[in-house]
């Protein structure tokens, strides 16, 4: 692995922490600090939700996507089981 492609892979959590050093104290100026509280829980809790019902199949299609011969196949085949899942979850609810 070579420099560029070092560099190119580092763009975007470098580029995350510098818009994050941006965006925090403007957000913290505006809004009252138990909202920001409330909405970052809610965040945490939506990453919680799709990584729960993503089943692992993100990894299975980034894995299995350039050796595919069907693409779109095997994107409904990641895709359906945790939509239907989270479908069947919240029809529950």
């Known amino acids: 692995m070579n420099i560029k492609v ?3 892979f580092s763009i975007g959590p470098v580029g995350s922490a510098a818009l994050g050093f ?3 104290p403007l957000l913290a100026w505006f809004f009252s600090s138990e ?3 409330r909405l970052n829980i809610a965040q945490m809790l939506y990453s919680l939700v799709v990584m729960i ?6 990894q299975a299609y980034v894995r299995e996507h350039h050796s595919s011969q069907n ?4 994107f409904k085949q990641c895709f359906l089981p945790g939509c239907a899942l ?3 979850r919240a029809i529950r609810n």
């Open 6 to 8: 070092i560099l190119a």
């Open 22 to 24: 941006v965006t925090v």
């Open 35 to 37: 909202d920001l509280g």
């Open 53 to 58: 019902f993503a089943l692992g199949l993100d």
């Open 71 to 74: 693409k779109s196949l095997l």
């Open 86 to 88: 989270l479908l069947l």
